[in-house]
């Protein structure tokens, strides 16, 4: 009976762990030593063993954080959140579908540790704020204040508005076919004039290593990119981070591209190309909350 809370709650908090670093592959070292804690303690005393273990990972996701801090302030180029293949039923959850959105995840970044923890613990998650002070180490009092923070922080840099599902799905679908043919006038007419497109290479893929600003730039870059592998690039819509995006596969090697749409317009393009970072596009991530 030792791991079945753990077990029972593991979509949870990977999810907890995954919307505080933006990579699966870090969620899931937290989780083993989640895990190794876990089993160290007299669960006979423990009498909610979900805000338990929501502590823990918190705590373990914190250190994480901090130690990632320093290498990716060395990362070359843009960093972006490592993309999740999710099912379809994640987007009728719609604050977990944003929450865990490509773009959220980098509006996140720009949060410290301690601001990214109890605004994730919070606003998607509505832990009581006594739940989160025992999860980060601060007084009630302090978590209040550091989440009325993170909240205008966060909202003066997510995306303006929410749409459905349905006309995400047909704007990528347009963006997909526009890229396929490389047509600068097609691509134009799916591009917002400002939009802007940020690209993860790595230091290992081909990616620009500064965000792309405008239409005309964005398109001219995209179209470049088209000659460059014609005949051998498949494209796919495909459910990332509980939205419809999509998925490119150039002699076999898979880039990510999410985007976000306002007025029928794409505003920006995420590009994950960095290998490493593409490993969970096979097999739908587990989210809960």
């Known amino acids: 009976m030792t791991g ?7 979509g949870l908090l990977f999810t907890v762990a ?13 989780l083993q030593e989640s895990w190794l804690r876990w089993a160290e303690v007299d669960h006979t005393q423990v009498r909610d063993p979900r805000a338990y273990l929501v502590r823990i990972v918190t705590r373990q ?9 320093r290498s990716r302030e060395d990362y070359v180029g843009e960093w972006l959140p490592e993309p999740l293949l999710t099912s379809p039923d994640v987007a009728e959850d719609v604050e977990l579908a944003e929450s865990v959105s490509i773009a959220m995840l980098t509006v996140l970044e720009t949060l410290g540790p301690t601001e990214r923890a109890v605004f994730v613990l919070r606003e998607v998650f509505d832990l009581p704020y006594g739940e989160i002070a ?24 997510r995306p303006r508005m929410r749409v459905s599902r349905t006309e ?12 396929r043919t490389g047509r600068l006038q097609e691509l134009m007419e799916v591009l917002a004039p400002d939009v802007v497109m940020i690209a993860d ?12 600003c405008g239409a005309a730039q964005v398109a001219a870059v995209l179209a470049r990119a088209n000659q460059l592998v014609a ?17 490119i596969d150039i002699d076999g090697e898979p880039t990510a591209v999410s985007v976000v749409v306002e007025n029928g317009l794409v505003t920006r393009v995420y590009l994950m190309r960095n290998p490493r970072k593409l490993t969970r596009l096979d097999e739908p991530a587990e989210l809960a909350r």
């Not at 996701?61 to 990632?68: F, K, S």
């Not at 290479?201 to 990616?207: D, F, S, V, W, Y």
């Open 61 to 69: 996701a914190l250190n994480r954080l901090r130690a990632l801090s």
């Open 4 to 10: 079945a809370p753990f077990v029972a709650h593991r």
């Open 134 to 157: 025992g999860a980060t180490g601060k007084s009630v009092a302090a978590v209040r204040q550091i989440a009325r923070r993170a909240r205008e922080h966060v909202a003066a840099r």
């Open 201 to 212: 290479g790595g230091g290992i893929a081909a990616a620009a290593l500064a965000p792309v």
């Open 18 to 30: 995954y919307e505080m670093l933006g990579s699966a592959a870090d969620a899931e070292d937290v």
């Open 231 to 247: 005949g051998a690039c498949e494209t796919t819509t495909v459910w990332l981070n509980g939205a419809p995006a999509g998925r």
């Open 168 to 179: 995400q799905r047909a704007v990528m679908e347009r963006f997909l076919a526009s890229l």
